[in-house]
């Protein structure tokens, strides 16, 4: 355990910090969640409304530092081709 004042706010910020990330993710992983059960109702309509919705929240949780931009950039890229696969 931190004993020193400094080591005891850092693990204080870190534990806030922490929290935050996992919220992120998790709102991440729950919008991935609502446009993969849309394009398996094969609803094109749906999807592109979820999709629509999870791209900025994927941006923000990477700009955020919650994931990593690139892997943000991958989940948007395979969700929009899968949402335009639907759509043709």
């Known amino acids: 355990m931190a004993t020193h004042k400094s080591a005891i706010k850092r693990a204080k910020q870190n ?3 922490n ?3 996992k919220s992120n993710r998790t709102r991440v992983k729950n919008v991935i969640k ?3 059960a849309a ?3 094969k609803s ?3 999807a592109q409304a979820a999709l629509a919705t999870a791209i900025p929240i994927i941006d ?13 950039s991958r989940k948007i890229s395979r969700l ?4 335009n ?3 043709a």
């Open 60 to 72: 923000k949780a990477a700009k955020k530092g919650a994931i990593h931009s690139r892997t943000a």
């Open 39 to 41: 394009i398996n109702e």
């Open 80 to 83: 929009t081709k899968q949402v």
């Open 34 to 36: 609502h446009i993969r």
């Open 85 to 87: 696969a639907i759509s």
């Open 15 to 17: 534990k806030v910090i």
């Open 44 to 46: 094109a309509e749906n």
């Open 19 to 21: 929290f935050r990330n």
